[in-house]
Nanobody
C-alpha cells in the first residue's frame, strides 16, 4: 500500500508561486496515475491536475490551466505541482492522490485509491 506525503504549502501573496511535492513510499509512482485536488473551507474537494503513468499526458481544471503544472520524478518517487500566478481563490488544502497500475485516472475523487494528508496553501490578496 503506497503512502503519500505532501509538502511545500504555505502563505504566499497573490501573484506568487509555490511548488508542492508528493513523496511516495511503500510503492512506486512510475506505474501510477497521479492527481492533485484541493479543498477550500466549506467546499468540496475538487480536481486540480492529473498525469498519466506514462507518455507524460497531463490535464487540468479550467481554473488553473496555464498557471499550474503537474510533473513527476520517478527516480525520486515524487510528484510535483508547480503553482504560478497564484490567486486568493487558490487557497485551500491540497491533496495528492494516486492509482497504482493505472495509466489514466479521471477527475473524480473516486478515481483515486491512495491519498496524502494534505498541505495548506493560503494566498493573500
Amino acid at each position: 500500500q503506497v503512502q503519500l506525503v505532501e509538502s511545500g504549502g504555505g502563505l504566499v501573496q497573490a501573484g506568487g508561486s509555490l511548488r508542492l511535492s508528493c513523496a511516495a513510499s511503500k510503492g512506486t509512482i512510475s506505474s501510477a496515475a497521479m492527481g492533485w485536488f484541493r479543498q477550500a473551507p466549506g467546499k468540496e474537494r475538487d480536481f486540480v491536475a492529473g498525469s498519466t503513468s506514462s507518455y507524460g499526458r497531463t490535464y487540468y481544471a479550467d481554473s488553473v490551466k496555464g498557471r499550474f503544472t503537474i510533473s513527476r520524478d520517478n527516480a525520486k518517487n515524487t510528484g510535483y505541482l508547480q503553482m504560478n500566478s497564484l490567486k486568493p481563490e487558490d487557497t485551500g488544502v491540497y491533496y495528492c492522490a494516486a492509482s497504482l497500475g493505472t495509466y489514466y485516472s479521471g477527475t473524480s475523487r473516486s478515481d483515486y485509491k491512495y491519498w496524502g494528508q494534505g498541505t495548506q496553501v493560503t494566498v493573500s490578496s
